[in-house]
Every structure is written in structure tokens, then in C-alpha cells.
């Protein structure tokens, strides 16, 4: 249960258990004092009336002694008849909380009349101060229970799992990995998502070490080639053919350190800044734009490529520029890793429940099913799925989810790897 309903929640719970307790103390010590005291004022009343109506039998006018008698007391008097009819009443009834009644019968005559005598009965009579101050010593006991209680309840559910949570935030940087809940309120979700970030922070920096390890490794076996290979032109006997070969290796190999320091660049590049700069185009004319771009430079390569478009008119708002970086590393990869005999690239384009959704497809040797969804991991590498090992996927990954996008790859039964994104249409 969220918080924001515990609280209030744990106040009405106060209040009821405050008024419960008032009532049980109430009829435990009070009633039970009262109903005493009522006893003992109407066995007193009783025996006045008692004695009121044996006067009454010796008075020639009843009506006259009881009349006195009520003008000077707060006593109201009633005659009736055995049958319960009203014969005569003098005094006045006050408007007060308490009165105790007392009746008895006296001879008028030959009839026989019931005297009903009523007396108010004061706050005073009742012990009022000491009642008034014995319920105000029993709320406050009562309050005092009951917030113990209330401050202990909150304790041990918000303020011990409040503390929890700071202790585990400082062990954490002790390198102690924080500890989920299966509390639902929000102590729970602050202390769920604590833990989360911190497998987060935890995976970004495995990927980081990976990232390096991965670089000073690619870096470093052209750079041992590069020193190799200056080394040996320091060779006064070389020959002028070896040397222009040295040369060249040499410059193959910076140019292959300057590609990794540049796609690593970009990593960052499109990791840091994701601000998109966005322009409106249409599926056919991004279609047109990719077939133009690629289609010499596969052909001079022999490699067959072919660009189709089912939604030419599907509108979308990308940042043109990023978008076209994706499809040129997924044709980059495809053409690093083509099919020796009648290597092919297709690229597909179809709209797709109000998205427009891109396929880059070749027939090389594909990736194995187990590796597709960790292909876009930066450095991602394994022994049956080297040929994917970079930066690149990674990069388009990032801008096709910068986007909005998502993007994922699809091994083929006959081989081949097909990587798809899916673009959402302009409104």
C-alpha cells in the first residue's frame, strides 16, 4: 500500500482506537459510579415520598401542601390515579441531563391516589470534578499508548527501512551490491530502484572495461606491426622494393589504428549527445538517397545490390544525417563480412502499423541465434560470432533509439544476417 494512504490510514486507526478506549474506560469506571449514585438518590427520594405521602393522608387539601412544598423546593409532584390518569401536578421541571423519580401511594378519602415525586440532580451531586478529571487522566494515558504505539508502527515501516536504505547506499560504496525488496509502496520502489541503478552502474562499467580491453587490444596488434616494420627500415641493408613494402604496411596499419580511434570517437560522440536535428522525408526519397550512395561502390566490389520500397509516400522526421550513418554501417558490415561467391545486399523498406520498418540484408555466414540479441553491445565478440566484433551496431543502435526507434537482427534458415529497424511515421 502506498504511503500516501498508510498515513492517513494509521491516523483514523488512532482515532478509533482512541474512542474504543474512552468507551470502554467509560463503561468500565463511569456507568458503573453513576448507576450507583442514581441507587442511592432514589432510595433517599423514596423514603421522602414515603413520608410526604403519609402527611398527605392527614392534610384536608393535598393540592395545597403539595404546592407549598414544590415552591419551596426544585421538586416537581404528580397525582395520579391507580390507572395511570393525571389528576394534578405543581412545580417546575428543570432542562437538565439528570433526575431520579420516586412514587408511592396515599389515601384520599376512599381513594386510593399514587404520589410520583421527581428531583433534579446536579452535576455537583454527581461528583462531577472527579469523574471530569478521571476521564481526563485516562485520555491522556490513553494518548499516550496509542502514540507509543503509532511512533513504534512508523518506525519499524517507514523510518528502520528508510535507514536500511541509507546503510545499503554506504556499503555500496564499500562495493556491496544493494538488496531488493518486495515491498509495493514507495520505500519499496525507492529502495527497487536503487538496486537497479546499481546493476546498471554495475553493467556500464563491465562495459567500459570491456570497451578498453577491447581497444588497447585491437589497437595494440597494428601498433606491434608498426614497430616491427620501422624497426626493420632502420636496416641500412634493405632494398629499395622491401622498403617501399614496409612503407605501406606501415601506412595500412596507422590507417586501421586511425579507424578504431575514429569509431570510438563516434561511440562516444553519439552517446553524449543525442539532440537530434530533424528534418521531414519520405521512405522512397531515403530509399533513393541510399541506392544512389551505395550502388557504384558495391558494384565496383561485385557485389549485387538491390534497394526496394513498398511506402514510398510513408512521411518520417529524422536527423538525416545520423540515419544515413546507420545504413552505411550496416552495409559496411555486410560488405567487411560478404559472401565469397555471389555476394548480395538487399535493403527493404515497408511500412508496418503506422511505422516504416528497414531491413539490411546480406548472405554471408550469418550469426548464430544465441548472439543476435548481444551483436549490439559494444565489442560484443565470441568465437561463432567474431565477424560482428565493433563499435558500429552499437552506434546504430543508439541513433535508431535516439529516434525513438528499435532495431534487432534476424538470422536466416539459409544463412545471412538481417538487421531491421523500425522507424515511427511523421504525423
Known sequence: MSIQFKIPLYILVFFIFNILFIGLYYNLKFSGSIAAENRENYQTLSVEVFDIARGLEDDADYRETLSNLAGDSEYVFKVKSLSGDLIFETGEKKRIAFDVTAAATFSEG??????????????????????????????????????????????????????GLQRNMELYKLGIKPTRTARKDEIGLLQNGFAELADSLDREKQLQYRIIASISHDIKTPLTSVMGYAERLQNENISKERFDSYLRTIYAKSRRIQELVEEFDDYISFSMEPALSLKRITAGQLCARTEEEYRDELSSLGIRFSVTCSCPGSLLEVDLPKISR?????????????????????VLCEEKDGSTLFSVSDNGPGVGKEHLEKIFEPFYTSDASRRVAGLGLSICRTIVENHGGTIWAESGDQGGLTIRFLLKNAK
Do not use: H
Open 326 to 346: 546507420v545504413f552505411g554501417n550496416l552495409i559496411g558490415n555486410s560488405i567487411k563480412y560478404a559472401a565469397s561467391a555471389e555476394p548480395e545486399i538487399a
Open 110 to 163: 376512599a381513594e386510593e391516589l399514587l404520589l410520583e415525586v421527581t428531583r433534579p440532580i446536579s452535576l455537583g451531586f454527581l461528583s462531577s470534578i472527579n469523574l471530569v478529571t478521571e476521564l481526563l487522566i485516562a485520555e491522556i494515558i490513553i494518548i499516550a499508548i496509542t502514540l507509543f504505539l503509532l511512533n513504534l508502527f512508523l518506525y519499524m515501516n517507514t523510518v528502520r527501512p528508510l535507514v
